[in-house]
Each structure stands twice: as structure tokens, then as C-alpha cells.
């Protein structure tokens, strides 16, 4: 059955891999970024692709693309929020205006998408929203105060929407990739706080060395990440949430275990909060 597919992000990275997987299944798709000659050039050419500009911090932006979406398809079937980018340092050294980029760009760009597109999806009683995460929702890394207080948003604010939708009808799902070969890590899309406090410049360095390194050497495999999320929205339902990758799994089986052991540590302390109606100390 043939679908339309809207992605955020489109000209490169996971979303290109995205674009052209659900292209290659037959899907019909919306792909979307700032730049359309990019974006169109990336994808190639087919009669089941539509080029649209959008910078997901634009809410007119979004509706315009919503707009067109379903002028040119008639309907939406899948969403993919995948636009993002990341700005790394310590929390000291990022500005609020990286700050106010982190989160425009990964938490409310996502959710200026989604807004468009729900009318269209409850008038429908269908519809299935898919939100690129992270590992760095899941846990807090350090040097990713930025990026994991988007990604920490974007997960809960996805958990809340799907006891919102659900009841039209609409499914959403959570997708945190570990490690993937994509262009996070490249000069594109990593900006990193200039050095600001020299308590943290050892420290900074290593960090910077880090992630610069992996650049290119992840060893997630971003086609068959796309290839499974089309395989994921395929099903007649989504899960709640895809932890993608070895090391994502990893990440949230060890983030478990470190919950229960502070459940454990302090039971009997928490248990002893609740009020006493009986009036007694």
C-alpha cells in the first residue's frame, strides 16, 4: 500500500536515507529543508516526490508545507520529524541564544510540524508520527547539556501527544538511534561552545577530540536504520518507542537498571511521604 511520507531534513543525513528508503517502497513523499535545489538534487527525480522548503522553526513555515502536502496527495500518512542539529558544550559555555537554537531547532521545530499536520490527520482518523530522538534523551551525556535538554523535551512531549491523539486514531513513535554514520558530527551541523571558563578547557578538549573522531566512524548504519522504520510504519501498529542500535539498547538497559537501585536505595523513604489522615506524626 502506497503512502505519504513527510520528512523534516531531507537534503542529507538520516532523512535523505529516509527519503529515498520510502521512495524505493513505493511511497509517496514530501521532502523538506531549507534548500529545495538541494533537497531535490539529493533525492532525485520521481513523480512520487514532492520538493518542499521548510525551516521547521517557522510555524508559517510548516503550515505552508502541511498546505501543500495535501493539496498535492490529498492526505498524510506519515510524519517524520527528523530536522535537527547539535550544539555541544558545557553548560556553562553555551549561551541562552544556543540554547534557544538547541531547542528551537530539535524540540519546537517538531512540534510547529506536528501542529500543522494534526487537523489534517483527525479529520482523517489515521496517521502515524515518527520523532528522531536520541540516546541523549535517554540519559544525559556530558558536553550534551543543549542537545540532551531537546531531545529529554522531545521524548516527553511525544509520550504526552500519544495519550492526546490516540483517540483519532493517530500512533505516534520515539526513535532513539545510538551511534549512526549520518552528518550529525560534521562542521554542518555540530557548533560548539567557544571557550568561556578555563576550569573546563582539559576537559573541553577531550570532548572535542571525541566527537570529532567518531565523525564518519559511527557504527550504526543509517540505510538500514531508514530501511526499518519503513519496515516499523508498515505494521498496523507502531511501537511506542524504537531503540535503535546496539548501543541504544545498551544505553537504556543500563539507564534501568541505575533507576532501580535508586528506587531500591531510598523505598522505604519515599513510601514514608504520604500524608496521614489519621493525624498521627
Request: aromatic share 8%.
Amino acid at each position: 500500500m502506497s503512502n505519504v511520507w513527510f520528512i523534516t531534513g531531507a537534503g542529507r543525513g538520516m532523512g535523505l536515507d529516509i527519503a529515498k528508503a520510502a521512495l524505493a517502497a513505493g511511497h509517496k513523499v514530501v521532502a523538506t529543508g531549507r534548500n529545495t535545489e538541494k533537497v531535490a538534487k539529493a533525492v532525485g527525480e520521481s513523480e512520487n516526490l514532492l520538493v518542499v522548503m521548510l525551516d521547521v522553526t517557522s510555524s508559517w513555515d510548516a503550515e505552508a508545507a502541511a498546505k501543500a502536502t495535501i493539496e498535492r496527495f490529498g492526505r498524510i500518512d506519515v510524519l517524520v520529524n527528523n530536522a535537527a542539529g547539535f550544539y555541544a558544550g558545557y553548560f556553562e559555555e553555551l549561551t541562552p541564544e544556543h540554547m534557544q537554537l538547541q531547542l528551537s531547532t530539535s524540540l519546537i521545530g517538531p512540534m510547529n510540524v506536528t501542529r500543522a499536520f494534526l487537523p489534517a490527520m483527525r479529520k482523517q482518523g489515521a496517521g502515524k508520527i515518527i520523532s528522531i530522538s536520541s540516546t541523549a534523551g535517554i540519559t544525559g551525556f556530558e558536553f550534551n547539556s543543549a542537545y540532551s535538554a531537546s531531545k529529554f523535551g522531545l521524548d516527553g512531549w511525544m509520550e504526552a501527544l500519544a495519550a492526546e491523539v490516540g483517540p483519532f486514531g493517530i500512533q505516534t513513535m520515539i526513535v532513539n538511534p545510538g551511534f549512526f554514520r549520518t552528518e550529525l558530527l560534521t562542521n554542518a551541523s555540530t557548533n560548539y561552545a567557544e571557550p568561556a571558563v578555563e576550569d573546563y578547557a582539559e576537559r573541553r578538549a577531550q570532548q572535542i577530540a571525541f566527537y570529532k573522531s567518531q565523525n564518519g566512524k559511527q557504527g550504526g548504519d543509517p540505510v538500514k536504520l531508514a530501511q526499518a522504520l519503513i519496515k516499523l510504519a508498515g505494521q498496523d501498529e507502531l511501537p511506542r518507542r524504537f531503540l535503535a542500535g546496539a548501543d541504544a539498547i545498551a544505553t537504556a538497559e543500563q539507564k534501568i537498571a541505575t533507576q532501580q537501585q535508586q528506587i531500591e536505595a531510598h523505598r522505604e523513604l519515599s513510601n514514608s511521604l504520604a500524608i496521614d489522615e489519621n493525624g498521627k506524626e
